[in-house]
């Protein structure tokens, strides 16, 4: 028998294949339409095209840490795999890794979740995309705090619905604007995107603005994306998970962290989602029929990750933190370079407005500074911040001193 909503097909007719140029061809679906390549992979692409060809580039792009993935956890999955851990898993992750994580999102964030609330993906990124796919309608809109990873907005025109961006100004520190955040909300409004520690503006949230923006969400009935993938990455500055706010902000939202940032872990595609029970059972089933489970060693050394010492990471956000003060003090010394101090993630996003030459956008100028300067950098239109650039220290230190006085050589000779 067909399954409610499957057609049964008709098979009394038998089609004829002729000439294949006569054939009618599929078009592709308009979804696929919508999905433009990111101009970060033009720049990634010629920058490594750069490098093969014998040229020394310095990446000030990237977003992932370059530390090696500790010992421990690289141990813990070889030896599952050595075991013959190497089968489906259930889909929303094993027991003990969905216990470990319930465990460390009650103990650090201040969260009341179970494991069965949990659900492992592969990366946060997809943790997002099941999250913009159970909470949104085609047709409905989502906030997002701009300048924002441009991701969140392609997942939401995946799920159908439309992005609305509410801007922040570099000269507030890149912090919402409580006031533009309501009179963004209407009556189509079904969520809010929350990302702090912000990628790219490396903004961190104070408690009072989590708070607000918590209860704004509550009152207007929305759903909160909240993406804390860089939580332990932060610096003069306290991380506040906004689920954590109010029993009814737990109510609608879906948290949303991994391993990738806090224990270089980036190519492990582990990622979790936080969330009432009805909603990771929703994300769970999502994913049952596209990825099934995350790669069954890969939860193993994450469930390592979880409980390594806290001074292992503490070590890394320590060398970030220094290269935090580097970078800003080597941009500092670029004249007409505006940049705020960040206090979380490993990103600057300077405004380099007055470098750029006539009708020239941020685009091109990163695509000078690669060509001139063989330094790669991402242009800050990628993130709804056009005039400036995302600038990586997720790099050692030469780099970014021998990156930042090459970018500053080539500016210096456009005329402001
Ligand atoms: C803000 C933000 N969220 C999510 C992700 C994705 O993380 P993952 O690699 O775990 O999918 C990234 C990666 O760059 C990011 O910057």
Redesign the pocket.
Known sequence: MARCGVRSASTSRAYRVGRIDSVPKPSLSSRAALLQPSPTLGITAKANAMRAAGEDVISLGA??PDFPTPDAVCEAAIQAIREGFTKYTPTGGIAPLREAIAAKLCAENGLSVSAGQIVV????????YEAAMVALEPGDEAILIAP??M??AEQIRLAGATPVAVHTRQEEGFQPDLDELRQAIGPRTRAIFV?TP???TGAVYPHQTVRAIADLAVAHGLWIVA?E??ERLTYDAEHHSIAAMSDAAAACTIT?G????TYA??GW???YAAAPAHVASAMTNLQDQVTSNAVSFAQKGALRALSLPREQVETMRQEFRARRDLIIQCLAEIPGVATTLPQG?FYVLPNVREFLADGESDLGLAERLLTEARVAVIPGSVFEAPGHLRISYAAGRDQIRAGIARIAEVLSKVAR
């Open positions: 977003g992932e993906t592969a990366g946060a990124k997809q943790a997002l924002y990873w991701t969140y990302n912000c990628n790219p993406d993938i860089y949303v991994g391993c990738s940032k872990m980036t595609r582990i990622g993630a």
